[in-house]
């Protein structure tokens, strides 16, 4: 159907609802009309409605150079009109609302349509303007978002309700448009920005903490392990040493000569590692074959007075 757009008090005026007055086929002569199959045409008898005519040609009787008979006409499409209205909300934030009016002519309501109202489109603005203008200052700016639907359905019911005594069926209501102040709509983006900043700031921390928590854990798990393998195989060479030095013996080694065993061997592998590497930072202390006893002996004194 026709599409139009009106603002609420402007002085334009939209006819596309609006009757026109129509001449027959012969010139000279109303007595034959061709009707158009999406319009309705009626039959004026000396000013005075008669009947109205259905699409095709049809002869409607006598006529003298148009005194006698005249055609009105009205389409019978589906319109759809688009009404503009500008209000507030309950935050007081101006809005500009856009609802799209679907409205067509009652077949059995043609006379009422064509005669009774001067301006429908006027009419349908008033209405729509008068729902609007009570039912979105109930609600915030959010609200009015997500509550378009509920506007487009009062508009709905009070134009049903009202435009039926005019010969006229509403279709469809329909709040196409809703737009905030233009100050008011940066704001609501920029909110929106930082608030999408914020969180993937959040989700870049979360992942950097987890990240960090995950190595640590990896660390932890890799120590532990290389301790236990040092530990094996430290327990394996002084088992190793205690079998060599008590193979074929009856003695059995003390807990004390195990534990020299092991400082010993610590030793010699501490002296090795120096040596096997280049840029070892080491402090030199007196060294000898002597010397081995009296290091056991302090670091054995060390742990047990720790222990006390």
Known sequence: GSCLRRSAGSLAHCDAMAT?????????????????????????????????????????????????IKFRSMTSRVVQSMVVVNTKTRDNVFVTVTVAVQQSVKPDRVELAMYKLSDVLGQIESYVSDVVRSFVPTMTLDEAFEKKDEVGNCVY?????????????????????????????????????????REAALMAAEADKIRVVK?????????????????RQRRAIVDGLRDSITHGTQETLST??????LLITQYFETIRDIGANAKAQAIFLPHGPGMVQDVAGQVRNGVLQAAV
Request: a negative charge; hydrophobic letters at 40%.
């Open 20 to 68: 026109k007055v129509e001449n027959g086929c012969i010139p000279g002569t109303n007595c034959i009309v061709a009707v158009p199959q999406d319009e309705y045409y009626a039959v004026e008898s000396f000013g005075s409605y008669t009947k109205w005519l259905p699409p095709g040609l049809a002869c409607v009787g006598c006529d003298l150079c148009g005194c006698c």
């Open 157 to 197: 019911s009070k134009l049903t309700e009202e435009m039926a005594e005019y010969g006229f069926q509403i279709h469809k209501a329909l709040v196409v448009d809703l737009v905030p102040d233009h100050d008011v709509a940066q704001a609501m983006n920029e909110i929106n920005k930082q608030k999408r900043l």
């Open 215 to 231: 190595a640590a854990e990896g660390a932890a798990d890799a120590a532990q392990l290389q301790g236990e393998g040092i530990a």
């Open 256 to 261: 004390e000569r195990v534990s020299e065993l």
